[in-house]
């Protein structure tokens, strides 16, 4: 069958991708990581900054429960700009259905990019639940807040603008990302994110982050609940904050991060660039002693 190429802003699409073939095969991984519960942001779909091949070998090599989509999925504002939608991108939208289709629960929280699926928050497309915030139960009892984070973005909420200025001049930095890892590709040398090493360098980016965590968890607090998992500053962390346990799932544009719940409890972010160069590296290694 052909692949789908047209964008599914709507549930009329779900069957076409359902009955699809996407143009990266899903690979029969033996050997898939499984986990009670996956947080994904941030991933920006209609964007070249997006890294759409590593976040499909992610889905590709992960099984989970229960996904939560924690915003700026697809980049609305990139694509009223100007429409930029590879294949890839379908595949990526494709496994989403797939993976709701074999029993995955999947719940989508819209960011600031794609706060047009805000007004369907309460429906279901395609097995996937669209909720403006969620309270997520991990298995060791603790109940955390679930929201994208553009709520504390003063820059976001009260001055679209100037955020729609920086948004150019990030995408700006992403593509000079791109090039510098191309220079590496050809080098045999791994994926390396020069905005994540120049907002850590960058003081007042820093501080911006610093102030970000700080206010969300307190918004947790005064909630009531153990803790907050938010998405949109590209920064994947996990921290304490006065007694509130912090977590950002990070993005798939910089970083290439998911953060994950084991089935006790225990939370982790996988790094996938550094996931994807250990298997290749095992996998060298498997080789030489086999031709030894």
């Given at each position: 069958m052909a692949t789908i190429t047209r964008l599914p802003f709507d549930a009329q699409h779900v069957a076409d991708f359902h009955a699809s073939t996407p143009s990266i095969p899903e690979k029969a991984v033996t050997e898939r990581k499984r986990y009670r519960t996956v947080w994904i942001s941030d991933v920006h779909l209609g964007t070249r900054g997006c890294n759409a091949e590593m976040l499909i070998d992610f889905l590709d090599h992960v099984d989970?429960?229960?996904?939560?989509?924690?915003?700026?999925?697809?980049?609305?504002?990139?694509?009223?700009?100007?429409?930029?939608?590879?294949?890839?991108?379908?595949?990526?939208?494709?496994?989403?259905?797939?993976?709701?289709?074999?029993?995955?629960?999947?719940?989508y929280i819209p960011g600031n990019h794609d706060e047009m699926f805000r007004q369907f928050s309460g429906l279901n497309f395609g097995g996937v639940h669209i909720r403006r915030q969620a309270i997520h139960t991990t298995a060791d009892g603790r109940r955390l807040l679930v929201l994208h984070g553009d709520e504390f973005d003063a820059i976001t909420m009260s001055h679209r603008w100037l955020a729609h200025l920086g948004d150019a001049a990030y995408e700006m930095m992403m593509g000079l990302n791109r090039l510098v890892n191309r220079v590496r590709r050809w080098m045999d040398m791994p994926y390396w994110s020069l905005s994540k090493y120049a907002k850590a360098k960058v003081k007042n980016a820093v501080e911006f982050i610093s102030k970000f965590e700080e206010i969300v968890a307190h918004e947790a607090g005064a909630r009531g609940v153990d803790g907050v998992i938010a998405g949109h500053i590209h920064t994947a962390e996990m921290r304490d904050i006065e007694g509130i346990a912090y977590y950002n799932d990070g993005d798939w544009v910089e970083g290439c991060t998911a953060l994950v719940e084991h089935y006790d409890g225990t939370?982790?972010?996988?790094h996938w660039a550094e996931e994807m160069a250990k298997r290749e590296s095992e996998l060298a290694s498997g080789v030489r002693l086999a031709a030894a």
């Open positions: 989970c429960d229960l996904m939560y989509l924690v915003g700026d999925i697809l980049d609305g504002w990139a694509l009223k700009k100007r429409f930029y939608w590879p294949d890839s991108h379908n595949d990526i939208v494709w496994r989403f259905l797939k993976r709701a289709k074999r029993g995955t629960e999947i719940i939370m982790e972010i996988l």
